[in-house]
C-alpha cells in the first residue's frame, strides 16, 4: 500500500458515520473487532437476518466510516466463526445469528485473549497485596516473598446477566499501577501492563484442568458445590521469561463449549 493509500484509508476511518448505532471505542480494542462485534450485534437482533447478504464491503464502510480493509477483516473473523459465508459473484452470507460466544472462550493465540477481553467485563471485588509463599509461591514458579496484586472477580458479559467465569489475577506489584485502580477492565489485563510498561509479552503459558467448585467461587457463580467447571490458568513471561502476570479462571461446564477444528495438510 502506497504512502497516498494509507493516508487516505486512515483518513477514511475518522469519517463521519451514517450509522447511528455505531460508536467505536478506540481504546478498548482494535477496529476491526469492534465493527466484527457490531456486525454481530445486527446479525444476533434479526436486522442482518439468517440467509440473507450483507450489504457490500463498500456500502458498510461508508455507512460505518471506516476502510473496505478494515471491513474485510472483520468478516473475515466472523467467517472463521460461522456467522457468514462468501461466494465470488453472489456477495457475504449471514449462516448464524445465535450467541456463538460460549464456543470461544478457550483461547488459541494471543489475537483470542485480546478478543474475549473486549467482549466481556470483568468486575473485580477484591485487590489487595500478597507475599507469595509455600504453595503459591511454587504455583507461581516464584522466589518466596516476591510481592503481588492480587484481585479477584467476575466476568460478565456486557449485559451484566449471567457470570461466564471466576477470575483470579496476580500481577508483579511493580507493575500493579498500570490495573490497581481498576474496577471493571473491559480490555486484557496483559494488554494494560503492556500498555504501562512499554514492553511486549513474549510467551503465555496456558493450562487446562478439570475442577470442582465449591465455596465462594460457586456462589459467585450461581452455582452448587460440587458443580463441575474447568480451570484455565495462564501464566504470562516479558523478557528473560520474567513472570509479570499470573491469571486463572474457572469456567463451569454448563456455559461454554470447547471447540476445535481439524483439518487435513495440503
Known amino acids: 500500500m502506497t504512502q497516498s493509500e494509507t493516508s487516505a484509508s486512515q483518513a477514511h476511518d475518522v469519517e463521519a458515520r451514517d450509522d447511528a448505532s455505531w460508536k467505536p471505542e478506540v481504546a478498548t480494542a482494535p477496529l476491526y473487532l469492534q465493527v466484527a ?13 439468517v440467509g440473507s447478504l450483507l450489504p457490500t464491503e463498500n456500502d458498510l464502510a ?13 468478516i473475515g473473523l466472523l467467517r472463521s466463526r460461522g456467522r457468514l459465508s462468501a461466494r465470488k459473484g453472489v456477495g457475504t452470507r449471514v449462516e448464524a445469528g445465535a450467541d456463538l460466544g460460549g464456543k470461544r472462550f478457550i483461547a488459541h493465540s494471543r489475537s483470542e485473549l485480546f478478543e474475549i477481553a473486549s467482549e466481556t467485563e470483568l468486575v473485580f471485588s477484591s485487590k489487595q497485596e500478597i507475599s507469595a509463599q509455600g504453595k503459591l509461591a511454587v504455583e507461581l514458579g516464584c522466589r518466596p516473598g516476591r510481592r503481588f496484586l492480587h484481585m479477584t472477580g467476575v466476568r ?27 474496577d471493571v477492565a473491559k480490555s486484557a489485563i496483559f494488554h494494560l501492563i503492556e ?17 470442582a467448585m465449591t465455596g465462594h ?3 459467585a457463580l450461581g452455582c452448587a458445590d460440587g458443580d463441575l467447571a474447568l480451570q484455565v ?34
Do not use: M
Open 217 to 219: 467461587v460457586a456462589k
Open 195 to 211: 500498555e504501562y510498561t512499554g514492553e511486549k509479552i513474549h510467551e503465555i503459558q496456558q493450562d487446562i484442568k478439570p475442577v
Open 233 to 266: 490458568t495462564r501464566r504470562y513471561y516479558g523478557s528473560g521469561r520474567r513472570l509479570i502476570e499470573y491469571a486463572f479462571q474457572i469456567l463451569p461446564a454448563d456455559r461454554f463449549t470447547y471447540t476445535t477444528t481439524l483439518r487435513a495438510g495440503a
Open 37 to 49: 462485534h457490531h456486525l454481530e450485534a445486527r446479525i444476533a437482533s434479526g436486522e442482518f437476518a
Open 156 to 182: 460478565y458479559p456486557p449485559t451484566r446477566q449471567r457470570a461466564f467465569s471466576w477470575n483470579e489475577v496476580y500481577v508483579d506489584v511493580r507493575l500493579a499501577p498500570a490495573v490497581k485502580n481498576l
Open 62 to 74: 461508508v455507512s460505518l466510516g471506516v476502510s473496505r480493509q478494515t471491513i474485510r477483516q472483520a
